[in-house]
Nanobody, 127 residues
């Protein structure tokens, strides 16, 4: 029943900022762990950010530390990925994902751990 829809992808220049959104329907964010993944051309899908169900634990990939931040708006059933100081290496299709989480503090960094996925949104960063 849960569906996720990403939006906000665009063509930007190096150093620009961009915010991606993930709208959730058929469920509530408060019962799920959440994450953002990306897949660049010729590369494996990798975790960008993951957050536990209770929001108390989070993980950011080394390549995006300091630059990227995840947030949520439970009232709107939407969560976001704020990306700052974008680099050409950030070019990829970005996916939002959610997992039914029985443990509040646990976060997940492997794609196979997730139950629901969005369709992806393209982010392209020019040099």
């Amino acid at each position: 029943q849960v569906q996720l829809v990403e939006s906000g992808g665009a063509l930007v220049k190096a150093g620009d900022s961009l915010t991606l959104s993930c709208a959730v329907s058929g469920g509530t964010l408060s019962t799920h762990a959440m994450g953002w993944f990306r897949q660049a051309p010729g590369k494996e899908r990798e975790v960008v950010v993951s957050v536990s169900r209770d929001g108390g634990s989070s993980h950011l990939a080394e390549s995006v530390k300091v630059r990227f931040t995840m947030s949520r708006d439970n009232a709107k059933n939407t969560y976001y990925l704020q990306m700052n100081n974008l680099k050409p290496d950030d070019t990829a299709i970005y996916y939002c994902a959610a997992k039914i989480a029985s443990v509040g503090w646990r976060m997940y960094t492997d794609s196979y751990d997730y139950d629901y996925w969005g369709q992806g949104t393209q982010v392209t960063v020019s040099s």
